[in-house]
C-alpha cells in the first residue's frame, strides 16, 4: 500500500518524534443518525464524574446532583478541566499542522500500555472509527449510582478526582498509582476514567458490553487445575458517538503482553494488528518495547501501522530510523528519569544534536513534562 504523509515521499512510513514523536496510519467510522439510541444511564453516570449535570433527567441521579459533594467536585472538574483543555487545544492546532491520515476514518488506532488514556488518543487521532488499547489493568465497571447513598457517592468523586489528577497535571498515568487508584470501592478498573473522558469531550455512550475474544480458551483457564495466565485476558468494547455525530468505537483489553504471557493467547497479537494499515500511538510506556521480552508486540506495531505517534519510551529509534520509516523528531532529547536510566538511547540523543533545527513540541508530552522539556 502507498504510505502517504506531507512530510515524507511516497512509500515511506512516517514517524513524529517529540522526544520522540514518531506519527504512523487504521479502521473506519461510521454516521450515526440523528435518532441515534445512546444509553442514557452511562451516559449520564459519566457526566456526573466528569463534574457535568447530566442533560436527560434521571430520578436516582437527580437526588445526587442536589449534594454538596457534587457541587465541590464540579468546581475542581471545572478548573482542571479548563486548563487541560487549553492544552488539548494546543495538541489539536499541532495535529492539524503535523498530521495528515488520508483514510483516517476507515482506520484503527493502536495503544499498546495505553492504561484509560483515552483523552490523549483521541486528541491526536480524533476522527478513527477504532480505538483499540491494551494495557495490564483491568476493565472494570461504570459505579451504580443508583445504589449509592450520599456518603458513598462523595467518597466515589473523591476516587475520580484522585484518578485524574496526574493525567491532568502531567499528561501521563503513573503506573504504580493506578494500582489503588483504579481498584478502590466505587472506581474500578479503566472503563469509569475513560467514559469520564468521553464526557469531558462532548461524546454520548452507546452501549459498553464485555468482549471475549477466546472463548474457548477463557473456559479452559477457568480451570483451577490446569496451566493457565496469571493475568487472563479481559475485554470491554465503548461504543460511543461523538459531538458531531458519528458514531466510533473503544476496544480496551487487559493482559500480560509479555511474550511470554502472550503463549497463552498466541492469536491475541495477530488480531490487535488487523485489519492494515494502522494508526499507532505510544507514550510514557516504562521503555517497555526496549526490552526484548515484548517483542511480539513491538514487531506487531512495525508491521501493523504506518503512521506513529510516540515519545522516547516506544520502539526503540534503532528500529525506525531507516526505510520503510521516515523519522521527524519534535522536542527536546532528555535523558530518561529514574530509576529508567536504562533506556537511555545514543543514537537518538546524536540525532537529535546533529539536526539543525528540531522544531518545537508546545505542549507536555511524556516523562520530562515540565518547563517545555518534552
Known amino acids: 500500500m502507498e504510505r502517504i504523509h506531507q512530510l ?30 445512546y444509553n442514557r444511564r452511562a451516559t449520564a453516570t459519566a457526566q456526573i464524574m466528569a463534574g457535568i449535570t447530566p ?49 483516517s476514518n476507515k482506520k484503527n488506532l493502536l495503544y499498546p500500555f495505553s492504561g484509560p488514556d483515552f483523552l490523549n488518543a483521541y486528541v491526536l487521532y480524533p476522527d478513527h472509527a477504532k480505538y483499540v488499547f491494551f494495557s495490564l489493568e483491568r476493565p472494570g465497571t461504570l459505579p451504580d449510582l443508583e445504589s449509592v447513598t450520599p456518603a458513598q457517592f462523595t467518597r466515589l468523586l473523591q476516587d475520580v478526582r484522585g484518578a485524574f489528577r496526574e493525567i491532568f497535571e502531567r499528561n501521563y498515568f503513573i503506573t504504580s498509582y493506578m494500582g489503588k487508584q483504579l481498584t478502590t470501592p466505587w472506581v474500578r478498573g479503566t472503563v469509569p476514567v475513560m467514559a469520564t473522558m468521553m464526557a469531558l469531550m462532548n461524546m454520548r455512550i452507546v452501549r459498553i458490553e464485555p468482549v471475549d475474544l477466546f472463548p474457548e480458551l477463557t473456559r479452559q483457564y ?17 461504543e460511543f458517538a461523538n459531538g458531531n455525530g458519528a458514531l466510533q468505537q473503544l476496544s480496551y483489553f487487559s493482559l500480560d503482553a509479555t511474550d511470554r504471557a502472550l503463549r497463552y493467547y498466541p492469536d491475541f497479537i495477530k488480531w490487535v494488528g488487523q485489519p492494515r494499515p494502522a494508526s499507532a500511538l505510544i507514550k510514557s510506556a516504562s521503555y517497555l518495547l526496549h526490552d526484548n521480552q515484548f517483542s511480539q508486540t513491538r514487531a506487531m506495531v512495525l508491521e501493523s501501522a504506518d503512521m506513529l505517534i510516540q515519545d522516547d519510551t516506544g520502539i526503540p529509534y534503532r528500529f525506525i530510523s531507516t526505510p520503510p520509516w521516515q523519522a ?19 543514537d537518538l540523543d546524536s540525532a537529535f544534536k546533529t539536526k539543525a533545527v528540531t522544531p518545537d513540541l508546545p505542549f507536555p508530552f511524556g516523562y520530562h513534562w515540565k518547563g517545555g522539556q518534552s
Open 222 to 238: 477457568e480451570n483451577p487445575q490446569g496451566d493457565r495466565p496469571a493475568l487472563p485476558l479481559r475485554g470491554v468494547r465503548i
Open 328 to 346: 521527524k523528531l519534535y522536542g527536546k532529547y532528555q535523558k530518561p528519569i529514574k530509576p529508567m536510566e536504562w533506556g537511555y538511547q545514543k
Open 8 to 37: 515524507l515521499s511516497t512509500g515511506m512510513k512516517p514517524i513524529l518524534l517529540t522526544f520522540l514523536l514518531l506519527t504512523l496510519a487504521s479502521q473506519g467510522a461510521v454516521r450515526a443518525a440523528d435518532t441515534l439510541e
Open 55 to 103: 442533560a436527560v433527567g434521571d430520578p436516582a441521579i437527580d437526588k445526587l446532583i442536589k449534594l454538596e459533594g457534587f457541587a465541590e467536585h464540579q468546581k475542581w472538574m471545572a478548573g482542571q478541566w479548563a486548563q487541560v483543555r487549553g492544552r488539548m487545544q494546543t495538541i489539536e492546532t499541532w495535529r492539524q499542522q503535523e498530521v495528515k491520515i488520508p483514510g
